[in-house]
C-alpha cells in the first residue's frame, strides 16, 4: 500500500485562538451588506459560516439573518467566540467541512440562504463541500468564499516586506503563504463552483484599517 499526504491544518487552538479572539482583522458591515444582496438574505433566513474561527464573519452576518450557525472543528476557537459573546441568534458548532452534510436530517432540505466561508476554504475540501451544500440552500441561496485581503506579509508595503524578511529568516524558509487569496486559488475554487452548478460572481469589498504594531505582531500569531 502506498502512503496518502494530506495537508492538515496547523493548530488552531490554544494560545492561537487566543490571538484571533484578539488581533484578527474583522469584517465591515459592507461584507455583511455586499453577502445580503448577493443572497437576497432576510430575517427568514439562516447562514452557515463554515470555519467560522472566533466568528468575525458571524457576527457581522448575525443582526442580517434569522440565524447563524457559526461551525469550526477547533474547539478553542468556538470557546472564545462564545467568550466574546454570542449575539442570541448564533449556534457555535463544532464541524469540519466534512460534516456539513450531516446538518441535512436537522436543518431539511433547502433550509440555508448562503454558506459563508471566510479565510478557511485552503483547509477545505472544496469541490466536495460545493456538493455537499447544493442541497441544503434555498432557491437563491449559495456559497460565498470570503477572503479578507493579502495576509499580513503579502501585502504591497515596505512595512509588510519588512515583516516578510524577518519572519522568513526566523522560520529558516521563505513565507509566501497566500491562504487562498491568490488569483489562482480563486479562480480554482471558481471553477470548482461551476462544476458543481453554480452560477459564479466575485465581488470586491474594499476596506482600509490601521494597525498598529502591536496587531501587526499579534495577527501573525495565527496560520
Ligand atoms: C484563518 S481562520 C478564519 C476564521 C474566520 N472565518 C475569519 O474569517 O477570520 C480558519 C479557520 O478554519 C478552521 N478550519 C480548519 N480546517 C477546517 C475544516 N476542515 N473545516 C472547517 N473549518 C476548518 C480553523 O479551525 C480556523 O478557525
Not at 30 to 46: C, I, K, P, R
Request: hydrophobic content about 45%.
Amino acid at each position: 500500500m502506498g502512503m496518502l499526504g494530506r495537508m492538515t491544518a496547523p493548530a488552531f487552538g490554544g494560545e492561537v485562538s487566543e490571538y484571533y479572539q484578539r488581533y484578527r482583522r474583522g469584517y465591515p458591515p459592507a461584507v455583511g451588506e455586499a453577502l445580503t444582496a448577493a443572497f437576497t438574505l432576510t430575517s427568514e433566513d439562516v447562514v452557515l459560516d463554515l470555519g467560522c474561527g472566533t466568528g468575525q464573519l458571524t457576527r457581522v452576518l448575525a443582526p442580517r439573518v434569522g440565524a447563524v450557525l457559526g461551525m469550526d472543528p477547533e474547539p478553542a476557537m468556538l470557546g472564545q467566540a462564545r467568550k466574546a459573546g454570542s449575539p442570541p441568534n448564533v449556534s457555535w458548532l463544532l464541524g469540519a467541512d466534512s460534516d456539513v452534510g450531516a446538518l441535512s436530517p436537522a436543518l431539511g432540505a433547502g433550509r440555508l440562504g448562503a454558506v459563508t466561508v471566510a479565510q478557511a476554504l485552503h483547509w477545505m475540501d472544496h469541490a466536495r463541500l460545493f456538493a455537499a451544500v447544493r442541497p441544503l440552500l434555498r432557491p437563491g441561496g449559495g456559497v460565498a468564499v470570503v477572503t479578507n485581503g493579502e495576509p499580513l506579509w503579502l501585502q504591497d508595503a515596505a512595512w509588510s516586506v519588512a515583516l516578510r524578511e524577518v519572519v522568513s529568516s526566523y522560520l529558516g524558509t521563505p513565507l509566501h503563504s497566500t491562504c487562498g487569496t491568490d488569483e489562482t486559488s480563486q479562480t480554482r475554487y471558481a471553477d470548482a463552483l461551476s462544476a458543481a452548478g453554480y452560477a459564479v460572481a466575485a465581488q470586491v469589498v474594499a476596506y482600509d484599517a490601521t494597525l498598529s504594531v502591536e496587531e501587526i505582531v499579534g495577527g501573525l500569531f495565527r496560520p
